[in-house]
């Protein structure tokens, strides 16, 4: 129910009073909802309007202070509290005794502190033209001041037995585990919404500079803004251009293909929810089954297994999703192979529309931009550009959502079938993994250049040496360039280690992050397991099992990063060229031609490929039909 029994009227009503104090149900039921509700819709709309009007201010004009990241740490906090308190009652009282409104509260209270978070990075790196203020916008402080006013709130109900103030303060029996927890909470949240709402009003994180000359930015500064731009924004700035080539309209077949593929796509996650789940039950019903027989001097170590023991059935079972789902000597399983083959017709039909369309494209293009751009170049950016659509479609719909939506089930399915810690242990582990992977791989990136440099000056100095190896022999200069070859792959080589070096601290930090994360679950497990009895052995298999199963595509997450940023630029120059537009437009208004009597009339015509270079100037002339007429202009007139 979501209110509890003592809190609910005999018709199922919410009790709003009693005791002299207000019910717990209906203080988080409208504290929350008033919470939320003010920062998700108006906090919602002022963020639409920054983003839609607002420009962004230069990392240079935006101070650093101790106060925002203060700020920024509380509203996080604050975030994760309402997570925490759910879980530290589930551990008090047992899961089974909360009523709804404490996932109410927990769920509501935690999007709408992200909310105000949002809001916060929004106001201190965008600005409204028209607006010049130098402190927090009227919403962001609103919502800090509900906050605090919403731990004040509670005083009303000071002398309400049923609060945690009597108990604790005044040292009435009996003293309760879950009034000292609510109490500590509560001094939490009031300390820090007091402190937030303190640092907001001085407004730290809001540039403090004027921004009057940024509204007159130039040309180039605009044009610095836009190759600044994000290769993601640009993305789905292109998206509507892509879509029909994703999606492909009128072919009956391959949108058929598309459907199965998401079918196995939704069956390999539930795949990875059932094996370690069959192998939980294997292992409960084997430890049953160990601890119904008997193993004496008698009988000469014989088992004697109780009836119907054999776990034959939950076997076969279990080996069936493997085979589907690929794992060991099953190799990539039958439905990974299934949807590759049925995925490769799509990843064709993508291709080939792709390149149709920019060829088409680069055929009506003027000849003064094809005389400008090297025609192999252009070739190898579309070549590079449509097999980059077919990698992000793989990456993105067979890696990387897979396994972020494996983490979200595996989240859910252990506060569940577990306890809402498990699905903490499991969401920071994960979370900290996918950040720190993110920041390092960005981090790498330079040393990545820089190896590429000096294997290309490797490469270039063995080639020119080798063009030149006749010049070599007139000087007597082969000692001098071996020297120059052994310093460049010396360079070269000094570069590789630091790349994987970096690699390996990589891998490094992400080991210690899963062991990290694999211990603590493992020792709470078994402390469950050996001590509380409230879960089994199966249980404990079926956690580092799932766990293990989980961090396995984890590993090439940090690749998979790299190779979708490379596949991003590669596929923005391609869309790049579909953005030129003709120098020579037909009018959209223009009528077809009427061929009348054959004469061709040129009256003023002038004509250039370059302003600064013009080819014909007021030509006027007249071609009669059957006439045959020449022109003919010095050398290099074009």
Known sequence: MFCSLNETTSNGGMIVWIQNGFTLCFYDTLTTSILFGFIFILGLIQFIVYKRYGFKIEHEYIDASVLYVIQVILTVLLACEPI?????????????????????????????????????????????????????????????????????????????????????????????????????????????????????????????????????????????????????????????????????????????????????????????????????????????????????????????????????????????????QGAGLFGSGVLGIVRTTLWTKIEQYTTRSLKLQVFSHLHNLSLSWHLSRKTGEVLRIVDRGTDSVDSLLDYVLFSIFPTIADILIAIVYFVIQFNIWFGIIVFATMLIYLILTIVITEWRTKYKKEMNKFDNAMNATAVDSLLNFETVKYYGAERYEVTQYQDAIQKYQKAEWINQLTLQLLNFVQAVFIGIGLTIGSLYCAWLVSIKHELTVGDYVLFGTYILQLYAPLNYFGTYYRLIQQAFIDMENMLDLLDIKPDVEDSPFAKDIVISNGMIEFDNVCFYYQPERAILKNISFSILPGQTIAIVGPSGAG
């Open 84 to 324: 925490l308190l759910y879980a530290t009652e589930t551990t008090a009282l047992g899961k089974t005794k909360l009523p709804g409104y404490t996932i109410f509260r927990c769920v509501l209270r935690t999007i709408a502190w992200l909310l105000s978070l949002l809001i916060l990075r929004v106001e201190r790196t965008k600005r409204m033209p028209t607006a010049q203020t130098r402190g927090h916008g009227l919403i962001i402080l609103t919502f800090w001041c509900i906050a605090l006013l919403i731990e004040l709130f509670a005083l009303i109900s000071y002398r309400s037995p049923l609060w945690f103030f009597q108990p604790i303060i005044r040292h009435y029996p009996p003293i309760e585990g879950i009034h000292i927890i609510h109490f500590s909470y509560w001094i939490f949240r009031l300390i820090a919404t007091m402190l937030i709402f303190c640092i907001g009003l001085r407004a730290p994180g809001v540039p403090q500079r004027r921004y009057a000359i940024m509204l007159n930015r130039s040309h180039s500064q605009i044009e610095e803004e836009k190759m600044k731009e994000s290769v993601w924004v640009k993305f789905f700035r292109h998206f509507k251009l892509l879509a029909p080539f994703i999606w492909p309209r009128g072919q009956c077949g391959l949108q058929i293909n598309i459907i199965i593929c998401i079918f196995i796509l939704i069956a390999g996650r539930l795949l990875s929810l059932e094996v370690p789940r069959y192998t939980k039950l294997i292992t409960d019903e084997l430890i049953e089954s160990n601890n119904s027989t008997t193993d004496t001097f008698l009988n000469l170590g014989a088992r004697l297994r109780a009836p119907n023991s054999w776990p034959w059935r939950l076997v076969i079972v279990l080996m069936v999703f493997r085979f589907l």
